[in-house]
Nanobody, 120 residues
Framework: QVQLVESGGGLVQPGGSLRLSCVAS????????MGWYRQTPGKERALVAI???????NYADSVKGRFTISRDNAKNMVYLQMNSLKPEDTADYYC??????????????WGQGTQVTVSA
């Protein structure tokens, strides 16, 4: 019913930049939170950045000063601008959102993931 679709992943050299996008579609009556998580093999999925409907921001310490999350509420989209990328940023990046659907309850949704590889 609700889908999140990411785009923008790829291969980039250390120090480079990449911009991820995510769009939510379906039966959406309100979005409380949108954000990004990332996961590498053998590790749990970890928060990268989140943004609330009111614009409150939160970043993982490892990406502060390098990544910027933004949101277009009218388009149900969230973005992640990643600058000064490091090899340790290599991961599968997942969009997530807490969305109120037709049921009037909020549920958490995940995108399919997009791979980011930072390597020379």
């Amino acid at each position: 019913q609700v889908q999140l679709v990411e785009s923008g992943g790829g291969l980039v050299q250390p120090g480079g930049s990449l911009r991820l996008s995510c769009v939510a579609s379906g039966s959406i009556f309100g979005i409380n939170v949108m954000g990004w998580y990332r996961q590498t093999p053998g590790k749990e999925r970890a928060l990268v950045a989140i943004i609330t409907s009111g614009g409150t921001l939160n970043y993982a310490d490892s990406v502060k000063g390098r990544f910027t999350i933004s949101r277009d509420n009218a388009k149900n989209m969230v973005y992640l601008q990643m600058n000064s990328l490091k090899p340790e940023d290599t991961a599968d990046y997942y969009c997530y959102a807490i969305i109120r659907g037709r049921s009037n309850f909020y549920n958490t949704y995940w995108g399919q993931g997009t791979q980011v590889t930072v390597s020379a």
